[in-house]
Nanobody, 124 residues
Framework: QVQLVESGGGLVQAGGSLRLSCAASGRTFNPAAMGWFRQAPGKEREFVSAITWSSGSPFYADSVKARFTISRDNPKNTVYLQMNSLKPEDTADYYC?????????????????WGQGTPVTVSS
């Protein structure tokens, strides 16, 4: 079993930055990819960013490209999401996910494990 724990969310003014972390634990953690999704109140969960675990290839939603950066620390089993130039429309609960395939990773069904989420609120 794999457990994912997100941290780093909070309240920030528009234009500010936050860095989310997702630490994974489990006896045999070896994902093919990890991703970040978000869900705003009253909206469906949407893809934000993903990274392949072995090669570190990043993928981004158009809405966050050039503002967010995903990275991973393999020995620490941790993935990060650096969020810069935050906008009020970035307000959401952010979820970390881990999956065992490296294709289709912009879709939530590619992931086997999910964290509990961390809230991000961007004030205008």
């Amino acid at each position: 079993q794999v457990q994912l724990v997100e941290s780093g969310g909070g309240l920030v003014q528009a234009g500010g930055s936050l860095r989310l972390s997702c630490a994974a634990s489990g006896r045999t953690f070896n994902p093919a990819a990890m991703g970040w999704f978000r869900q705003a109140p009253g909206k469906e969960r949407e893809f934000v960013s993903a990274i392949t675990w072995s090669s570190g290839s990043p993928f981004y939603a158009d809405s966050v490209k050039a503002r967010f950066t995903i990275s991973r620390d393999n020995p620490k089993n941790t993935v990060y999401l650096q969020m810069n130039s935050l906008k009020p429309e970035d307000t959401a609960d952010y979820y970390c996910a881990a999956g065992d395939r490296s294709y289709g990773i912009m879709w939530s069904h590619a992931y086997n494990y999910w964290g509990q989420g961390t809230p991000v609120t961007v004030s205008s």
